[in-house]
């Protein structure tokens, strides 16, 4: 998209073929938007066409200079609005204007956009709504034969009646870069999401993730199998082991200060299609195993929005990649694992891969100078039962960090929910064989499957965040569409930069 910022302008002046206008129920009924739409808004109210009711819309067709041009009226809620009732304001308008087939345009910015946002800044005002604007714009792949080609919205025009102060122009300016830094780096995670599982092996993540780093000057580094072998990651090794594509282990650095220091650590699970191995999974469901890669994805897209706004932080990316599937070759229950950190794993169960694999992503990103960790994975079914798709599970052994977290997750829209890590916990995964336990039984699944992966942080700060509900959804809510939704790209970058 383009995005344009103008002052000093009316509808008049506005040659877009649409233009998008937030409504409230208080306005259909005494006026406030426009001269021009006050007394349309007031006959759509009578006619109970439209009155305002948040997320609601309405398409009205207005002759413009011998041509048809677009309203498109949203529904807003009353009073102080916040980041998100921004950001899903312009999703809602997104969605209906490329349902609608425009290609450009305008939204009003009124001189109180500040003091009626809670945030009470224009970058952030700015920055909600353009990320509305790309997340609810997005639309996932097809691969019909027949399927017509979808019409996109190219420019989105902010435009102001009044005379737009310096300072303001600036700020709002600002959020909109970071708007679409974050925006386009959630619709990268969305689209590996949403990949089939025969167009993205680890070795074509490995790819994706090269393109990445090239794009954007960041050192990149691809350990292949036999790499893997002479470092000793035999928890990688081991679920690759029963697939034809073998495991890569991919790593991105960014670099924005001027010594390798306070390296934050990005680790994301990239199983790219989980069959649960030999403990098989039920047929019903397995396709959404696509999605078993959606840590991966969220920490590349993190990296995307990084390297466009290059915040003074350093970051190192990791991702353990494999698949996980059945063959004579296959890693069993009741083998023993030797991990990069020299820590034995007994295997109780092989669809509890996903903690495995992280085992070697963890200690390898601390060889690589991490000394603050933040995993990502779908890692249990129990957070499903516990939180459903509605919020992410985090567990920690620093809740201060956490709670850090948790502050980013309310200015993204995102929800979080922490869960304890008590001592008790930490005793499930004691194994009489190895040194832990892949599988601590059904209680407390989500817990002691976080704790497992923490156990390789030693004691760093670390946070894990278990995406299994929140990754994928099966219909399309809020900003989010059906499939791939790129959960916690828009927090954790909004956490990296709050440090930066």
């Known amino acids: 998209m383009k995005w344009t910022i103008e002052s000093g302008l009316t509808p008049q002046h506005i040659h877009c073929d649409a233009i998008f206008v937030p409504v409230t129920k208080t306005q259909t009924v005494e006026g406030g938007i426009s001269e021009f739409w006050d007394p349309l808004l007031k006959d759509l109210e009578d006619s109970r066409l439209f009155d305002g009711t948040p ?169 292949d199998e036999q790499e893997l072998e002479e470092k000793g990651m035999g928890g990688l090794l081991a679920v690759g082991k029963g697939s034809i594509h073998p495991p890569r282990m991919i790593v991105i650095r960014y670099q924005g200060l001027n010594t390798w220091n306070d390296v934050i650590g990005l680790i994301g699970k990239g199983v790219t299609f989980d069959t649960g191995g030999v403990s098989l999974k039920r047929a019903s469901g397995m396709e959404d195993m696509i999605s078993d890669m959606g840590g991966a994805a969220t920490v590349l897209g993190v990296m995307e929005a990084l390297g466009r706004i290059r915040p003074k932080a350093n970051v190192v990316m990791v991702i353990p990649s494999a698949e996980n599937v059945m063959s004579g070759s296959a890693y069993k229950p009741g083998d023993i694992i030797t991990t ?120 760093l700060p670390w946070v894990h965040f278990d995406i299994a509900g929140t990754a994928y959804l099966s219909k399309e809510r809020g900003v989010d569409p059906r499939g791939g939704t790129g959960v916690l790209v828009r927090t954790i970058t909004d956490w990296i930069c709050r440090q930066s």
Not at 359 to 371: C, F, I, P, R, S
Not at 381 to 402: I, P, Q, R
Not at 418 to 447: C, H, M
């Open 340 to 459: 990069l950190s020299g820590r034995t794993i007994e295997v109780l169960n092989t669809d509890a891969e996903g903690r495995i694999v992280l085992a070697d992503g963890v200690t390898y990103a601390k060889e690589l100078g991490a000394t603050r960790l933040i995993d990502v994975a779908t890692l249990t079914g129990a957070v499903v039962s516990t939180l459903g798709d509605v919020a992410t599970g985090a567990v920690t052994n620093d809740e201060a960090f956490l709670e850090e977290l948790i502050a980013s997750s309310r200015r993204a829209g995102e929800k979080i929910w922490p869960l304890p890590s008590y001592p008790e916990f930490w005793d499930k995964l004691k194994s009489q064989v190895a040194d832990i336990r892949n599988q601590a039984g059904r209680d407390a699944g989500t817990i002691t499957g976080g704790l497992f992966v923490g156990t390789f942080a030693d004691g």
């Open 55 to 223: 997320h609601r819309t309405f398409v009205w067709p207005e002759s413009f200079r011998g041509r048809t041009r677009l309203l498109l009226f949203i529904g807003c809620p009353e009073g102080i609005l916040t980041a998100e009732q921004l950001r899903l304001v312009a999703a809602q308008a997104a969605k209906i204007g490329t349902k609608s087939g425009i290609r450009s345009a305008a939204i009003q910015i009124p001189r109180t956009m500040v003091s009626s946002m809670a945030e009470q800044t224009p970058r952030d005002a700015a920055q909600a709504l353009t990320e509305g604007f790309i997340l609810g714009s997005y639309r996932k792949s097809q691969y019909k034969r027949d399927a017509s080609e979808r019409t996109e919205i190219d420019e989105i025009v902010y435009y102001m009646k009044e005379k737009m102060d310096p300072a303001f122009e600036a700020h709002w300016a600002e959020g909109v870069s970071r708007g679409v830094a974050v925006g386009e780096g959630t619709c990268l995670a969305r689209d590996l999401t949403n990949l089939p599982g025969n167009m993205l092996v680890p070795d074509d993540l490995a790819g994706k993730a090269l393109q990445l780093a090239e794009r954007y000057g960041m050192e990149a580094q691809i350990l």
